[in-house]
């Protein structure tokens, strides 16, 4: 017979998570819950000044946080702060892929340009493909999905 609760096999706390688009919005909120869960945090994205708001606001509550700058829409920035994350935390045991960006224009009015890049943030982000060298080979399955349906 096992000890173990269903509680136990979902237990976050000491883990160490990475969340990008953590600057605002749902990747905050991602932040903000998993440090109440007790994790170990690693936030990234490109707006530097809001991502310290919040660690420091979560450092105030107890948390360990690190902050890196990262763009999704680069592959360098990525595999950089995906090695500057292991190097500050650790194994990273949760990734939450969260970047993304709108427009404010009316679609009829959105350039190519702009197009590009929302489309570049939101479905061409290379992030789960360096996210995918976490946990490796430490025995955890690396379920990713994607809104094109490219896993």
Not at 9 to 33: C, D, E, P
Not at 64 to 90: N, P, T, W, Y
Not at 91 to 96: A, E, G, K
């Amino acid at each position: 017979m096992h000890d173990h609760t269903v509680s136990d096999w979902f237990a976050l706390r000491g883990k160490n998570a990475f969340v990008t688009g953590a600057s605002s919005g749902l990747g905050a909120r991602f932040a903000t819950v998993l440090a109440e869960q007790g994790c170990r945090l690693v936030l990234a994205a490109r707006r530097m000044d809001r991502l310290q708001a919040l660690s420091e606001h979560l450092r105030d509550k107890g948390t360990e946080v690190h902050c890196l700058s990262m763009d999704v829409r680069s592959l360098d920035s990525i595999q950089a702060a995906v090695k500057e994350a292991q190097s500050l935390a650790g194994p990273i045991d949760i990734l939450v892929n969260n970047s993304g960006v709108s427009t404010t224009q009316r679609l009829t009015e959105v350039s190519e340009a702009d197009y590009d890049f929302v489309f570049d943030t939101q479905v061409d982000d290379r992030t789960c493909q360096a996210g995918s060298r976490f946990r490796g080979n430490a025995g955890i399955e690396n379920h990713q999905y994607r809104i094109d349906g490219r896993t």
